[in-house]
């Protein structure tokens, strides 16, 4: 069973520019979370994604903007990056219609803004 | 509102000490899950551990044990005679599977160091 991948691992950007992080869920897993988790502080919810629709967004701005494929997996894009957006941006896929809340979480990206 | 609150920032104990981690959360709803995650250096999330709000009992794995009190909100977590391997960020959280959203809320985290 392959787990969550994410790419890239590292990303530098400067302020005003936008950027696209890429997300494979788990083998079976229709459902894709993200999270991003500045240093320090526990994961904040973003958005999540099932059967290619947005299905809940945390407090986060609409520059913040998802997407998700046929085959589940996902991209989290970010415009007009400001230096508050540096941070680990972690995925989370699951299998919605299970025992809820089973998700697996990817490595991260860790994104880094000047 | 949903609110988990980790109040241990850091905890450095000596190896093959026990360690507890609070975690206090807050939630109006009747049905919810509580978690318990380990983050190590590398940064990836580890899942330990998921609790549903009807089941009370009390679990072990190995030097792994919850202890969940629905009357006082609270999740704490123990490791018994703790080893290096285990420092790392443990954080806790809480998610209500009927919002509209599995979203998972997060604590703080607490920051647990094994000294040798």
Do not use: M
């Amino acid at each position: 069973e392959t787990g969550v991948t994410q790419s890239p691992t590292h990303l530098i950007k400067t302020r005003g520019q936008q950027v696209t992080l890429r997300c494979s869920s788990q083998s079976g897993h229709n459902t894709v979370s993200w999270y991003q988790q500045a240093l320090g502080q526990g994961p904040q919810f973003i958005f999540q994604y099932y059967r290619e629709e947005e299905n809940g967004r945390g407090n986060f701005p609409p520059r913040f903007s998802g997407l998700q494929f046929p085959n589940y997996s996902s991209e989290l894009n970010v415009n007009a990056l400001e230096l508050d957006d540096s941070a680990l941006y972690l995925c989370a896929s699951s299998f919605s219609g299970r025992a809820p809340n089973e998700q697996f979480f990817g490595p991260g990206t860790r994104l880094t803004v000047l | 509102a949903q609110k988990v609150t980790q109040a241990q920032t850091e905890i450095s104990v000596v190896e093959k000490e026990d360690v507890t981690l609070d975690c206090v959360y807050e939630t109006r709803d009747t049905t919810y899950y509580l978690f318990w995650y380990k983050q190590p250096p590398s940064g990836e999330l580890v899942f330990l551990i998921r609790r549903n709000s009807f089941d009370e009992q009390n679990e072990i794995s190995g030097r792994y044990s919850w202890n969940f009190q629905k009357s006082t909100s609270s999740f704490n977590f123990t490791i018994t005679a703790s080893q290096v391997v285990d420092s790392a960020v443990y954080f806790c959280a809480l998610s209500e599977p009927y919002s509209s959203a599995s979203k998972i809320i997060f604590g703080s985290g607490t920051r647990l160091s094994i000294r040798p």
